[in-house]
């Protein structure tokens, strides 16, 4: 996944073999066949049921539809091998499938619940997942850095705020919901489809880079605690809420996109309505908890294939489906492990280039009436609190104005993240580690060579 050409072993070693064990890199698609065929055996002859929280054959599924989803992808989106992308990508599909027709698990809570409660235990989205306990001091620290005080370090900009869809299931800049274009953190959460309040606070903190901090892994009760001392389960490095290691919404987000590359490129039967509906639409239709509906949040209306979103950001190269396939699993998995991997399949790393004034603002602020904290003299003196005016379309014109200790009423715009500069430019060398140079080394003294990743030379 990382190096993609990989050394493939099939016997059983000893320190003797050495042109063996110092055999060179192998062809990737030659070894992801070989998992390929491994994973069939599993899908073909593992238990059913082996017990709660023990490894059975629909986690195993579930992890495949993962496997052969990134694999499939990566073979089509970087022109490798067709005939691998679409066997890869039907196992993506078929393995998805086999846990969503089992009827065992479904969308029936709220989305907080998946990632905010100190039981998974009986959760009908999650098939596996984490189990901490303070009395076996089996805890973490996941919730900590959410908790409203501690600094996240992973903050959510313009660029992802932009990205959310709007609950009549429009984009922002096409939606006719009252707020849907201000960018307030109060009206997003309103605006949004339901994961946004899930996910972030409802008003700005000074402890986000962006002012937009992310509590997805904290219930909402952690944040009553700002400004108090935090109880164990709170803060510190003694959390012990579950944490969801596989989930339906995943699956079903892996089947919907395996089957839509399947159809646009590879023959496979058209996404109908009703595919939809057990996918993307089920994750939507998920019930709202009372918190959120107490803020005026609402679930976001169905994607309908006969009338899907228009938006003037969508890639040229992604048709309109895959867009909001992609766009879900956005909203979906942020905070998680997902999006990079997603964009490195894709062949998508240029997202990670931010050449554009939205990824280093976040949401629109006022400072004197939400964080006036911020204008302090302090602030005026370093002179780095600053805010990007907006054009009558609701995008930022590259105005700024600085705070200098004497305009705080001017102090309302997208807020500027502080000293943000953009990073290293991504390249197509980028997709893919290079082999360390102790290991080259390591086989050139026995003899033998280990080939560097391409680009990296």
């Known amino acids: 996944m990382f190096f993609g050409d990989v050394p493939y072993f099939d016997q059983e070693l000893t320190t003797e073999d050495l042109p063996i064990l110092y055999k060179d890199r192998e062809a990737r698609g030659l070894v992801m066949d070989k998992v390929y065929d491994d994973l069939k055996y599993v899908m073909a002859n593992m238990r059913e049921n082996d017990g709660t929280q023990y490894l059975n054959r629909y986690m195993a599924a579930g992890f495949i539809s993962r496997f052969m989803l990134f694999e499939g992808t990566w073979e089509h989106y970087h022109g490798i091998d067709a005939t691998r992308a679409k066997k890869y990508l039907e196992f993506a599909r078929d393995a998805a499938e086999y846990v969503m027709v089992s009827n065992k698990y479904n969308f029936s809570r709220d989305f907080k619940s998946i990632f905010s409660s100190e039981s998974l235990a009986g959760h009908p989205e999650v098939l596996l997942y984490r189990a901490y306990d303070a009395a076996l001091t089996i805890t973490h620290s996941t919730l900590s850095y959410q908790n409203g005080t501690e600094v996240v370090g992973v903050d959510a900009n313009l660029n992802f705020i932009r990205s959310f869809i709007v609950n009549d299931g429009k984009t922002w800049n096409n939606s006719a919901v009252t707020g849907a274009k201000t960018f307030t953190i109060a009206d997003l959460v309103k605006t949004r489809d339901p994961r946004f309040e899930a996910s972030f606070m409802d008003k700005p903190s000074s402890n986000s880079a962006t002012l937009l901090y992310g509590y997805k892994f904290a219930p909402r009760e952690a944040l009553t605690y700002i400004g108090k001392t935090y109880p164990s389960q709170y803060g510190s490095s003694t959390n012990t809420s579950d944490s969801p290691v596989l989930r339906l919404a995943e699956i079903v987000l892996n089947w919907i996109e395996a089957k839509a590359v399947l159809a646009e490129y590879y023959g496979g039967t058209a996404v109908a309505q009703t595919d939809i509906d057990k996918s993307i639409n089920a994750i939507r239709n998920r019930p709202l908890d009372a918190a959120a509906a107490a803020k005026g949040v609402q679930k976001t209306a169905p994607l309908l294939l006969a009338d899907l979103p228009v938006d003037p950001n969508r890639d040229a190269d992604v048709p309109a489906l895959i867009w909001e396939i992609r766009r879900e699993r956005r909203m979906e998995f942020v905070f998680e492990q997902f999006r990079l991997g997603d964009i490195r399949r894709w ?48 995008n930022p014109n590259g105005t700024i104005v600085i705070y200098d200790g004497t305009n705080a009423a001017n102090m309302v715009g997208f807020w500027m993240v502080t000293n943000a500069s953009n990073r290293a430019t991504f390249t197509d060398k980028s997709y893919l580690s290079p082999v360390g140079q102790t290991q080259i080394q390591q086989y050139t003294e026995k003899g033998y060579k280990l080939t560097q990743t391409p680009g990296w030379n």
Request: glycine share 4%; proline share 8%.
């Open 347 to 394: 062949k998508k790393l240029t997202y990670m280039n931010f050449n554009k004034p939205e990824y280093l603002l976040g949401p629109w602020i006022d400072l004197p009436a939400e964080l006036p904290s911020a204008l302090t003299a302090a602030a005026a003196t370093a002179k780095n609190v600053k805010v990007m005016k907006a054009d009558a379309n609701g």
